[in-house]
């Protein structure tokens, strides 16, 4: 499974890692289309096998519309799939989104919207914390949790209603044993939505 996106929260104690869990919705290739240079669109033109001067002026048509605030759907997805995903000349802003748009309010993307909550929960009430994401630390490093904190992180986690792979792979991320979605008394298991698609749980 490759590396997820994610965003960094430093506390003053210890840091978590809070994962972004792309849905392969469409959202982002709806609403906008990248800048590209005319070698990069070359490449990808004979990567996609159609002529280049195709691919050129649809590419500067959606990219006149995106400006004048008409955007069309991205010229590289079909049926919301990116037909550029895996290429190596996919743009920095398409691979690093949401967090190459700064954090905004995005409408309709669910795993923007779920990964949101998340940090919100995760914030509230907190006033000493510095946060990053993926695009300023991609390999981040950090100071595990202690387990006299883990209450607290399941209490908002809990508020903030992610699914079972995004518990999982917070979890994952944050070093964290199976333990930690168990309360002291009784060792009940914490119990989250079981709304998570086959799709989802693949990712």
Not at 124 to 150: N, Q, V
């Amino acid at each position: 499974m490759k590396e997820l996106l994610f965003t960094k929260i430093e506390f003053l104690h210890f840091d978590l890692v809070i994962p972004f869990i792309c849905r392969q919705c469409g959202t982002c290739c709806r609403t906008y289309t990248p800048m590209m240079s005319a070698e990069d669109l070359e490449v990808i033109a004979r990567y996609l096998k159609i002529p280049e001067n195709e691919l050129f002026s649809r590419h500067e048509e959606y990219r006149l519309r995106y400006i004048a605030g008409h955007p069309l759907p991205c010229p590289f997805n079909e049926e919301k799939r990116c037909l550029i995903y895996r290429h190596p000349l996919r743009p920095d802003v398409c691979r690093l989104f949401p967090f190459s748009f700064g954090r905004p309010k995005i409408r309709g993307c669910p795993g923007y919207d779920e990964h949101a909550r998340m940090v919100d929960a995760f914030l509230a009430g907190e006033k000493d914390f510095e946060i990053y994401d993926s695009s300023f630390c991609p390999a981040p490093s950090r100071r595990r949790s202690p387990e006299t904190e883990w209450g607290r992180l399941r209490l908002a986690l809990t508020r903030a209603g992610p699914s079972r792979l995004a518990v999982r792979h917070f979890i994952r991320m944050n070093d964290l044993p199976a333990s930690f979605l168990e309360r002291k008394k009784g060792f009940r298991r914490h119990s989250f939505p079981s709304s998570t698609s086959l799709h989802e749980e693949k990712v």
